[in-house]
T-cell receptor, first 116, second 113 residues
């Protein structure tokens, strides 16, 4: 069974600084996808970034980058130049490739607070 | 604008009542999903559907039922058999097997009184 672990329940960062949110995963699948979602207080889930298990380069999307270390089974999210609007819950998730359902398995999340 | 709508945003239910949560998408996506989120936790899969007229149980399907009679609609019924239904419910869709991203609706917050 797949498992996602986020060990940081909460993080603080100063505005304009970079922050790294940790994510480790466990799977026996050879092919899988890793996702990061942002959940503001309103509740919607906002897709941030995706990394495929066979992608050789780390994914980047604007201020978001994914530090993918396959041997360590980690997929940390790096947010550069933090903004006040980045304050939210952040979830790491994995997509099952070897089953038909292609659903996401989520970690427990990290609450990020950006301080002015 | 294309997207996923969920209604209602807030729902209150008395114990012993069944309630149905609506999920509609106009993205022409094949697959749809229902997740449950409890406070301070991640999302857990309730049911999913890869195609019209077909759906499968997820990890926590007990006490829930779904239907998929139309491509754009995937309603979730929370039955009286669900012992602890108070939670935030999120619907999602995905275009097809070759696509990565799941798009989420705004969610329905269900409270049992």
């Amino acid at each position: 069974a797949q498992k996602i672990t986020q060990t940081q329940p909460g993080m603080f960062v100063q505005e304009k600084e970079a922050v790294t949110l940790d994510c480790t995963y466990d799977t026996s699948d050879q092919s899988y996808g890793l996702f990061w979602y942002k959940q503001p207080s309103s509740g919607e889930m906002i897709f941030l970034i995706y990394q495929g298990s066979y992608d050789e380069q780390n994914a980047t999307e604007g201020r978001y980058s994914l530090n993918f270390q396959k041997a360590r089974k980690s997929a940390n999210l790096v947010i550069s130049a933090s903004q006040l609007g980045d304050s939210a819950m952040y979830f790491c998730a994995m997509r099952e490739e070897d089953t038909g359902r292609r659903a996401l398995t989520f970690g427990s999340g990290t609450r990020l607070q950006v301080q002015p | 604008d294309g997207g996923i709508t969920q209604s209602p945003k807030y729902l209150f239910r008395k114990e012993g009542q069944n309630v149905t949560l609506s999920c509609e998408q106009n993205l022409n996506h094949d697959a749809m999903y229902w997740y449950r989120q409890d406070p301070g936790q991640g999302l857990r899969l309730i049911y999913y559907s890869q195609i019209v007229n077909d759906f499968q149980k997820g990890d926590i399907a007990e006490g829930y039922s779904v239907s998929r009679e139309k491509k754009e609609s995937f309603p979730l019924t929370v039955t009286s058999a669900q012992k602890n239904p108070t939670a935030f419910y999120l619907c999602a869709s995905r275009r097809g097997l070759l696509y990565n991203e799941q798009f989420f609706g705004p969610g329905t917050r269900l409270t049992v009184l």
